[in-house]
């Protein structure tokens, strides 16, 4: 259960999409000035090296965040991802450490606003921790992600942004998530709830989805970009967001930036298949 390590995948093309995203809400709820707690259940590392053994093992963010890297007329997002990025890899002066969502979410922190990271896997955990180490804005917990949602909720702020992230690795996984953030949603109904999903097996995913979507919880938002028509054989064939209370015009901005995607991350000359839904 605790194998999984993100390093493999870092900046690949669902990381894109996630990351981009996570960006754009944080920069529309900073429209007011009251501040807001970020809660991720599965934080991670922090950041990655995309030159060690993980990343360069599977070479993902060839196919992702290395494409974009010296693209222009980038669409608003995309170019504040981009932008994001080559800033945490100043030093380096190319493509050479993938920052993690907290470490996205750390250069975007006000004052006023804080984190609270919850990661299990004892290494990244360790990790994590280093990396925080002197922010006091930033609290690191060893645990359940799950488990530590629902006691963190709802926040003092009463404003909030969670990612919801976990590995998949085994198959209750996707019922348990959705349980958990729709009595996550009974406690705290105003937060920005992001749940990104994989597709691995289509039928197992929809299912998970489902459960949210006729939750009775309402403005919720699909976005998916699938690089792969469904398939039974292993690997991940899509990637999306669903969001629960999306900021304003989330939907216009993600349709732009899938729209951009579809032509700039196609695979073996396929095109990309994308969606941005707002679920009845």
């Known amino acids: 259960m605790l194998s999984y390590r993100h390093g493999y995948h870092a900046g690949n093309y669902a990381d ?5 995203m996570l960006l754009q809400v944080l920069k529309l709820m900073q429209k007011k ?3 807001y707690a970020y809660i991720d259940t599965h934080a991670g590392a ?10 360069q093992k599977t ?15 980038l669409p608003a997002a995309l170019a504040d991802y981009v932008e994001a990025v080559k800033v945490f890899n100043a030093e380096y002066d190319q493509l050479t450490v993938y920052p993690g969502s907290p470490s996205f979410v750390d250069a975007e922190l006000r004052e006023k606003d804080r984190m609270l990271l919850h990661e299990l896997h004892s290494t990244d955990h360790d990790l ?8 006091r804005q930033v609290k690191v917990l060893k645990g359940d992600g799950l488990q530590g949602l629902i006691a963190a909720v709802p926040p003092p702020e009463r404003r909030g942004v969670i990612l919801i992230d976990p590995s998949y690795e085994i198959k209750s996984d996707y019922v348990d998530v959705a349980e958990t953030i729709i009595k996550a949603h009974k406690r705290f109904s105003t937060g920005v709830y992001m749940l990104w999903y994989p597709v691995v097996q289509r039928e197992q995913t929809e299912s ?15 976005v998916e970009q699938a690089i792969k028509p469904d398939s039974n054989e292993f690997g991940m064939t899509a990637a999306g ?8 015009q989330l939907d216009v901005t993600a349709k732009e930036t899938l729209n951009y995607l579809e032509r700039r991350l196609g695979h073996s000359g396929g095109k990309t298949i994308v969606k941005v839904e707002v679920p009845e």
């Not at 894109?16 to 981009?20: D, E, I, M, N």
């Not at 070479?59 to 010296?70: H, I, Q, R």
């Not at 998970?208 to 699909?222: D, E, F, P, T, V």
């Not at 967001?241 to 304003?248: E, S, V």
């Open 33 to 35: 000035d009251k501040p």
């Open 46 to 55: 922090g950041a990655y090296s995309l030159n060690d053994e993980f990343a």
């Open 128 to 135: 994590l921790a280093e990396y925080f180490v002197k922010d």
């Open 241 to 248: 967001l669903w969001i629960i209370n999306p900021p304003w």
């Open 16 to 20: 894109v999409l996630k990351h981009s």
């Open 208 to 222: 998970m989805l489902n459960l949210l979507k006729n939750s009775g919880i309402k403005n919720q938002l699909r």
């Open 59 to 73: 070479g993902e963010y060839l196919d992702g965040v290395a494409k974009l890297w010296e693209a222009s007329n």
